[in-house]
Structure formats: C-alpha cells, structure tokens
C-alpha cells in the first residue's frame, strides 16, 4: 500500500490524539460542570477517531494501533502545532476548539470522496459525529461575541493568536503530491487552506469579530519544497533569514517545545508496559 496513505491517515490521527488529549485536560476544571462533562465527551470523541484512524494505518501496515498511538517518539509524531499548545486560559481553548473543528470539517468534507474507500467511510461517519463538535464551538463563540465586553475582548485576543498555528493544520502532508495524485486526498492542502479561510472569515464577520483576527499568517504560510525536499513555509528561507511562518513543522516531525511534556505525559503508562492489553 502506499506510503503517502499511510504518511496522510497517520497525521490525521496524531491530530486527533493529541487535541484530544489536551481537551482531557479540562476534565474537572471547566468553567461549570455542565461544561465539564461536554468538553470531556468532546476530547473522548477524538481521541476515538484517532484510535480508527490508527487502525486504518495498523491494518494496512502490519502494525499495532496502540504502538502508533503512543509506542512512538516525539519526533515520529506528526501532528499540527496547533494540537499541541498548552491550554492557557478557557478563551483560547475555546478559540482553538473553534478553529480547529472548523477546519477539520472542511478537511473531512474532501476526504469524503478519498479513493481508499475505507478512509472515506471513516471520513463520513467521523464528520456526522464532529458536526456536534463544531455546534458546541459555534454556540459558545456566538455566547461570548454577543456577551460582555470583557469576554469578547478576550476570545478576539486567543482568536488572534491562535490563527497563525491554525493555518499550519493545512501545511503540506508528507508525500502530498503523490497522495493527491493517487486520490487518497482529493485536494491538495492549499485548496484546504484556501476554503477554510473563506469559510472562517465569512463566520467571525457573521459574529461582527474585527478583521485583525485573521492578520496573523492570513496571508502567509503558503508552503513550497526546499531544495532538500522538505516542505517549508515559502517565507520561510533560511538564507534569506526569514522567519519560520507561524504553527510550521509539525507535519515533519518538528514540534514546538510545548510537545516533549505532553508527550511524556500522553505516553508514559504505555512506556512502563509496552505489552499491555488496553
């Protein structure tokens, strides 16, 4: 099987894993217990639609679930950035809930039509479950933009520094160009990028959020092959001593250092006994 599938459909897992994992974090402390059990059944969701995820490239590799999902080291996870922040405050764990969710569902909207047909099944039925994900989002970003000013001043703050890492959800998979050229991925993800961003700008003017939300990478992170052939944000040329664009690496296995910790954290029990049945 090709090893662009596995390399598309194992990223997609890691983003799911990891963002699960930090929404699990809030178990016990949300803002109300109402709240803590939604975002609990939240982070149970995708850390669920990891696990089928996994199975997809277990099945297909001879390989194990559990050992892909946590047998791993950092640098062998590729994850989008944005999955791996810290949680900081409810304002930017609610800003990125949004975000990602809104981005995902354009991302599973294409892989609907995948070629591999077990993965668009996957993609449908994972959709019609985060479609609740994205209602709970939804609701609470319309909440806090038409509640007191303090609250929506925060939301447009993390909004703002979430969207620079959000835009690296749609860096490049590795080995993109032959998985879109084989179907496993209809689209490539520039044209991922470029729904979401029209889809995400029309919403936050919907919710009267002001246009510097979307200043922060809005019109960067356009990815391209460095001469080695790793894909790299096209501002982001080391000889030319450019910044990295925001939220870049993941998807190669360069994580921020906000990843080690949550690594260490996510995998130890399965480290202190690989051989467990789970």
């Known amino acids: 099987m090709s090893d662009s599938l596995l390399s598309l459909v194992t990223a997609l897992a890691d983003d799911e894993l990891v963002l699960g994992h930090r929404h699990s974090e809030w178990t016990g402390h949300a803002p109300h217990i109402e709240e803590d059990v939604a975002f609990s059944s939240i982070a149970q969701d995708e850390i669920g639609h990891a696990a089928a995820y996994y199975g997809i490239v277990a099945a297909l590799d001879d390989d194990d679930a559990d050992r892909l999902a946590l047998g791993r080291k950092p ?25 990602y969710d809104a981005a995902d569902d354009v991302r599973l909207e294409v892989l609907e039509r995948s070629a591999h047909g077990e993965l668009a099944a996957l993609a449908v039925k994972l959709r019609r479950e985060e479609r609740y994900h994205l209602l709970h989002a939804r609701t609470w970003m319309e ?3 038409r509640g007191p000013v303090e609250g929506r001043a925060r939301v447009v703050d993390a909004l703002t520094d979430a969207w620079g890492d959000t835009l690296g959800l749609f860096e490049p998979f590795e080995l993109e160009e032959d998985a879109v050229e084989r179907g496993w991925l209809p689209v490539p993800s520039s044209e991922l990028r470029a729904r979401f961003l029209e889809r995400a700008s029309r919403a936050l003017d919907d919710l ?3 246009p510097d939300v979307r200043a922060r990478g809005a019109d960067s992170a356009e990815f391209v092959a460095s001469s080695s052939g790793d894909l790299i944000a096209s501002d982001d040329a080391p000889d030319e001593g450019r910044a990295r664009a925001p939220g870049v690496g993941g998807r190669r296995g360069e994580h921020s250092e906000d990843f080690e910790p949550l690594w260490d954290e996510m995998t130890a029990t399965y480290r202190g006994d690989p051989g467990a049945t789970w």
Do not use: F, K, Q, S
């Open 75 to 99: 640098h062998e996870y590729r994850n989008a950035i944005l999955c791996e922040r810290p949680n900081r405050d409810w304002a930017y764990t609610l800003a990125r809930h949004w975000l």
């Open 143 to 145: 909440r806090v933009a």
């Open 208 to 210: 009267g959020m002001p």
